[in-house]
């Protein structure tokens, strides 16, 4: 909970900010390709990158701490203090018990998880239009929104409730989280765009797929005739030597695209973000309703 309020603080603060900002000086005719323009957009793009650090880390550390503080003291501490023979009775079974204190806590979560993605949603809404959103599919942004806090919330307790069922121990339960929510949302975030076979987008435009808000997976070139080539046909366009490195590259690229070559992008597109949503909540629903199941089966065998 506080770390719900302290983020909606800090991230109401900067978007209010921000909103602010462009109704007062933004220059006429902005967002367009003007210079005063591009020095707007990077001056709101600094400004909006100062909240950006805590959204990139607050859906680890909202499910960590579901996991932890939720779901591993639940079950492993009435087992580690011997409590559970009061908890538990004959008028109340294991079984029973467990199921209402799952309940309650799996609502409490999901009415947190949403109101997390409610906020950070506001936060991104100040900013939209102008060009310095993250792609709807950036790993660590789409895990803060839509249903995502929601579902690493909730399955992150569950294998807390497991954990500490199985160890007896919270300490160890809640480590087994951390370790858990770690290598499961770098699996996702692996996983993530291959859900769905990628689009591919042809174009001379090098920010084509940025543009459209889509999650590039890979870019190539197209020479004119339209076979493919993963290499940049350096000796059709040669880098200049006087120049910096990335100057000297776009100005080959632009050598390049002269002569008829283009780019070839494949890319998740942003219109699949509720695809990938449903999906990847899909896949938590699964994996929690298999873990509640064994635990509600394992504390009907427990001994306290």
């Avoid at 210079?35 to 990158?49: I, K, M």
């Avoid at 936060?123 to 803060?144: K, T």
Wanted: charged letters at 15%; a positive charge.
């Amino acid at each position: 909970m506080a770390l719900l309020l302290g983020l909606a603080v800090v991230l109401g603060v900067n978007a209010w900010h921000g909103r602010v900002l462009i109704a007062e000086h933004a220059p006429p005719g902005c967002p367009g390709p003007g210079e005063s323009c591009a020095a707007f957009v990077a001056e709101l793009a600094e400004l909006r990158g100062r909240t950006g650090f805590f959204v990139v880390f607050v859906p680890f550390i909202a499910a960590a701490l579901a996991g932890m503080f939720w779901g591993a003291p639940l079950v492993a501490q009435e087992l580690e203090r011997k409590t559970g023979k009061l908890a538990w009775s004959q008028s109340v079974p294991a079984r029973r018990w467990l199921t209402v204190q799952i309940a309650w806590v799996l609502g409490m979560l999901t009415v947190l998880g949403l109101a997390l993605s409610a906020v950070v949603s506001l936060w991104r809404q100040a900013y939209a239009g102008w060009g310095i959103d993250d792609p709807v599919l950036q790993p660590f942004s789409f895990d803060a929104s839509g249903l995502q806090p929601v579902g690493w919330c909730l399955l992150a307790c569950v294998i807390g409730v497991l954990a500490g069922l199985v160890t007896r121990r919270p300490l160890v339960a809640m480590g087994i989280v951390m370790a858990a929510v770690l290598l499961l949302m770098t699996m996702a975030h692996s996983a993530r765009p291959h859900y769905v076979a990628p689009e591919r987008m042809i174009s001379a435009d090098a920010k084509a797929v940025q543009k459209a808000g889509g999650f590039l997976l890979k870019r190539t070139w197209l020479d004119p005739g339209g076979s493919e080539t993963a290499a940049v046909p350096a000796h059709i366009c040669a880098e200049s030597p006087s120049q910096s490195r990335d100057l000297a590259r776009l100005e080959q690229e632009e050598c390049l695209i002269k002569r008829g070559y283009k780019y070839a992008f494949d890319f998740q597109p942003a219109s699949r973000w509720w695809t990938f949503q449903a999906i990847e909540f899909a896949m938590f629903g699964g994996l929690i309703v298999v873990m509640l199941g064994f635990s509600l089966w394992r504390i009907g065998r427990t001994t306290v």
